[in-house]
């Protein structure tokens, strides 16, 4: 067993550039789900909306920039759609609306043709040409010995993570200004902000609009890493484990989304990867589970951690227990 | 002052000598009406009250006082009626507007805002904050002073209100009498008019009790206008200087605590008799 390459390996998915796109996602429904208590069950469909907003937009002939306004606008269009017609209701009937929005989008995206503007079940591929075009890192690996990226990898991880850290700032910012104290008493008791003179339904629109623009930029950077988007790499799943990691991180922590993001991802790689050897050097037997259930079984350990994290730090990793304490009155 | 506001559809009294400003009604009900289904939950025909007094709202369970409160401060919709708040039509208005206006209501079970602390919960009252807007939220210097005077101003309040030394707790810390008094302080941080509370003693235990009528009392002093819901008649008929009895979603007798205490109709609908000789 080579655990060096495997640590490596799951230090690179770490702090790789889909991790940076989780993280992003994650600080935006952070946003809705731990400072606003929205219930906003169809983050990926702001993550489709920003994914093929770049590559339909460079597909049909316009340049790379335009289909990062194209994504950042039909996000927000989406929140509003979103947002207009539920948030003066419960907040259930967001969580309605939302889980059932995605997966029309996606039905939506896969109905047409190969000749179609979303190219259907095919997807679209090469579009970022532009993007690694702009690469100011020459060939070659960057690192040190396993931990290594390709200069690909690199500039989008720099640019992934500089733009983490752009948001964060901006959503740590908000989150302490009166704005954020406001959608802290709505997510408390929207009665209560609502009587003291706050215009709930505003706040709670801006909440889910700004943090859907997060989820499309997330989208973006997944679909540039890949070059490739497909309708069916975008399944209800995808916000669920955005959850996850807003859950692991901590909900209304500053940090939290970044840091779940990288823990989240470490752990589904080091499963896979330990899972993997521990199969080829025969300590799990074939019998028992063989190198086809990893994909599988990955997931049942990050489950069994996630409900672990739930029992024993219902906080997260970087939430404040005595918060949840509050929760048993 | 809106001395010239009488335009609202009141016939005046056959003589009237020109009223001075505070005797019109800070709060002027008519015709209200709010059905759920074939019940009718609140049918007042008229309800005026007088600024910088205190009102008691008293009646039995299901008389229509919470839902009364509901609709003056919108959040809820009658099927008929206009009210007015200080001169000004409020009708139909969104709850948060007529909050800005100067009511501030509290609720019957205090919604202390718990995973805050006591310090924020006065905060977020505070009325036209800039940093309250998304995009100066982000520039701190637009907002800081007046975030400063704020502070100053709740940590007087807190004071007060004997909840200072709780100032960086979480709301949901404190005690049921507490959260009372928070939610209290809370609603004067908002710079209202007029209060209208929801069972403000409800409970609470005597000690905080006595000091909760002690600060709307001081309150009353100072010019503000108290209207309460109450079952505590110890409490009503201690500081209340008109009583209005519902029942069945009517106004079923409107004068002093003793009068109203008296009245045959308050007596048999809500009160009791004591035992007949």
């Known amino acids: 067993m080579d655990i060096v390459a495997v640590l490596a390996d799951s230090f690179r998915t770490a702090f790789g550039p889909i991790a940076a796109a989780y993280a992003l996602a994650a600080v935006g429904l952070n946003l809705h789900f731990g400072y606003t208590g929205l219930l906003n069950f169809g983050h990926v469909a702001f993550m489709m909306t920003g994914a093929y907003g770049v590559a339909v937009t460079v597909d049909q002939g316009g340049p790379l920039w335009l289909g990062f306004i194209v994504g950042v606008v039909g996000a927000v269009v989406l929140g509003l759609l979103f947002g207009l017609p539920t948030l003066r209701l419960r907040v259930e009937y967001l969580a309605i609306v939302t889980i059932a929005a995605g997966e029309v989008l996606r039905t939506l995206l896969r109905s047409g043709g190969e000749s179609s503007l979303t190219r259907g079940v095919f997807g679209i591929q090469r579009f970022a040409d532009d993007f690694f075009a702009a690469n100011p890192f020459d060939r070659g690996s960057y690192g040190w010995g396993r931990f290594a990226y390709s200069e690909r990898g690199l500039w989008v991880l720099v640019i992934g993570w500089s733009l983490v850290a752009l948001v964060t700032l901006v959503v740590v910012q908000l989150a302490r200004s009166p704005w954020g104290r406001v959608l802290r008493a709505i997510r408390e008791d929207e009665d209560a902000a609502r009587s003291l003179g706050k215009n709930v339904f505003v706040y709670k629109l801006q909440s889910l609009v700004i943090g859907g623009v997060l989820g499309a930029l997330a989208g973006m950077l997944l679909a540039i890493d890949r070059q490739s988007v497909n309708p069916d790499t975008f399944l209800p799943v995808l916000t669920f484990a955005v959850f996850a990691i807003v859950i692991l991180g901590g909900p209304g922590s500053r940090l939290g989304p970044v840091v779940g993001a990288i823990v989240y991802w470490f752990v589904i790689q080091f499963t896979d990867r330990f899972l993997r050897e521990a199969i080829a050097v025969g300590w799990i037997p074939e019998s028992v589970i063989d190198s086809t259930d990893v994909g599988a079984v990955r997931f049942v350990l990050v489950g069994a951690m996630l409900m672990g994290l739930i029992i024993w730090r219902p906080q997260g990793l970087l939430g404040r227990r005595e918060e949840v304490l509050l929760d048993a009155d | ?277």
Not at chain 2, 80 to 101: L, N
Not at chain 2, 115 to 142: C, F, I, W, Y
Not at chain 2, 240 to 250: P, T
Request: proline content about 8%; glycine content about 8%; charged content about 20%.
């Open chain 2, 1 to 277: 002052m809106p001395t010239e506001q009488s335009g609202h559809s009141s016939p005046p009294p056959p003589s009237p000598p020109p009223p001075p400003p505070s005797a019109i009604p800070i709060l002027r009900i008519e015709r209200l009406r709010k059905q759920f289904g074939g019940i009718v939950a609140v049918d007042v025909e008229r309800l005026d009250v007088a600024r910088g007094t205190i009102t008691a709202l008293v009646g039995p369970n299901g008389a229509g006082k919470t839902t009364l409160f509901n609709l003056v401060c919108g959040f809820d919709r009658p099927q008929s009626g206009s009210w007015f708040f200080d001169g000004r039509d409020v009708s139909g208005r969104p709850a948060h507007r007529i909050a800005r206006s100067g009511m501030i209501r509290t609720f019957q079970l205090t919604k202390a805002l718990s995973k805050m602390s006591v310090l924020d919960n006065m905060l977020v009252a505070g009325a036209a904050q800039r940093g309250e807007h998304l995009l100066s939220g982000l520039v701190p210097p637009t907002w800081r002073s007046q975030e400063r005077a704020l502070v100053d101003r709740a940590a007087v309040m807190l004071e007060r209100f004997e909840l200072d030394r709780m100032a960086s707790e979480y709301a949901g810390t404190l005690s049921g009498g507490q959260r009372k008094l928070l939610e209290l302080a809370r609603a004067l941080m908002a710079e209202p008019s007029m209060l209208l509370l929801d069972e403000p003693t409800a409970g609470v235990n005597p000690v905080l009790v006595q000091s909760i009528l002690t600060h709307v009392l001081a309150l009353r002093d100072d010019g503000m206008t108290i209207l309460f819901v109450e079952h505590n008649m110890d409490v009503v008929m201690s500081i209340s200087g008109r009583v209005v009895c519902m029942a069945e979603g009517r106004v079923i007798a409107d004068g002093s605590p003793d009068a109203v205490a008296a009245d045959e109709a308050v007596i048999d609908a809500y009160l009791g008799r004591r035992r007949e000789a």
